[in-house]
């Protein structure tokens, strides 16, 4: 059992940035591939990036609607996985979701099966 502690968000103006941190305890860290997801209003949730680690390397995801502007990381001492969000749009408002469990390879990243999710943090990019 995964515990998700999502923190970071608030208000931006577009071209800012801002900082999304998803906390895990319970297995170690990097057990569950793992990522972030977006929810704008009226619409269903849509996956913004993944990454995952294993003993043959890395790999990460992005969404082509994030590539270049979102940076996806993590710091395993902390237990902690990051979303840095550069020259934010207005598009890129709703809340983000943290998930662990995911199936991520370089290019795809879905959740399927027994998914962990955090309690979602808000973002609002004003023009």
């Known amino acids: 059992q995964v515990q998700i502690t999502e923190s970071g968000g608030g208000l931006a103006e577009a071209g800012g940035s801002l900082r999304l941190s998803c906390t895990t305890s319970g297995p170690p860290f990097g057990f569950y591939p793992m990522g972030w997801f977006r929810q704008a209003p009226g619409k269903g949730r849509e996956v913004i990036s993944c990454?995952?680690?294993?003993?043959?390397?890395?790999?990460?995801f992005y969404a082509d609607s994030v590539k270049g502007r979102f940076t996806i990381s993590t710091d395993n001492a902390k237990n902690t996985l990051y979303l840095q969000m550069d020259s934010l749009q207005t598009d890129d408002s709703g809340i983000y979701y943290c998930?662990?469990?995911?199936?991520?390879?370089?290019?795809?990243?879905?959740?399927?099966?027994?998914?962990?999710w955090g309690q979602g943090s808000q973002v609002t990019v004003s023009s």
């Open positions: 990454f995952t680690e294993s003993v043959s390397g890395t790999s990460t």
């Open positions: 998930a662990a469990g995911l199936s991520v390879t370089s290019s795809s990243c879905a959740a399927s099966g027994d998914i962990y």
